[in-house]
Antibody
């Protein structure tokens, strides 16, 4: 089955770190660029970061630049998002998505930043 | 690039032709996609590159536009189309519009 499955979310205190994972299956992961996209509770969608298929090109939203790091391991079919210096405004459902225009989405993983 | 969707809320009846608008602050060069998000679900790609229908999406959905102005049209609204719709540009960076919530009248 073609799918993306995120994990690694949870409740974390402000200023702490968290690392999300997204495991791909059913397609050739190494052929596709990948995005992380988030959605705060009851709000719209916000693009967070993009990584090209071979990790040569990486881009971040200004709201997370310098705090978040996107990476991937094509041998493990896995996308990552390392989040540091977390803030309350980072509380959201985090989705991974395939390709520049998000042809396939995971189910999302919840990150709650609160003391 | 900022994207402005209108209206933010749209009420329509089954069978209606529905038009959703997405306007960019700069030229998007047709790198515009539309997503449907139903309550409690992940978004689903409907249209990419302005007017290309994603595989498996009903033909009542169509996209059009150019430059800064883009439109998603549902030719005959069905009950299962109740959802929030987001536009998204990937021409210069990546940006989502604020969404249009579509409900049945």
């Amino acid at each position: 089955e073609v799918q993306l499955v995120e994990s690694g979310g949870g409740l974390v205190q402000p200023g702490r770190s968290l690392k999300l994972s997204c495991v791909a299956s059913g397609f050739t992961f190494s052929n596709y660029g990948m995005n992380w996209i988030r959605q705060a509770p009851g709000k719209g969608l916000e693009w967070v970061a993009y990584i090209s298929s071979g990790s040569s090109y990486i881009y971040y939203a200004e709201t997370v630049k310098g705090r978040f790091t996107i990476s991937r391991d094509n041998a493990k079919n896995t996308l990552y998002l390392q989040m540091t210096s977390l803030r309350s405004e980072d509380t959201a459902l985090y989705y991974c998505a395939r390709q520049r225009y998000n042809t396939l989405w995971g189910q999302g993983v919840m990150v709650t930043v609160s003391s | 690039i900022q994207l402005t969707q209108s209206p933010s809320l749209l009420s329509a009846s089954v069978g209606d032709r529905v038009t959703l608008s997405c306007k960019g602050s700069q030229n998007i060069n047709n790198y515009l996609a539309w997503y449907q998000q139903k309550l409690g679900e992940a978004p689903k790609l409907l249209i990419y590159n302005t007017n290309s229908l994603q595989t498996g999406i009903p033909s009542r959905f169509s996209g059009s536009g150019s430059g800064t102005d883009y439109t998603l049209t549902i030719s005959s609204l069905q009950p299962e189309d109740v959802a929030t719709y987001f536009c998204y540009q990937y021409n210069n960076g990546w940006t989502f519009g604020g969404g249009t919530k579509l409900e049945l009248k």
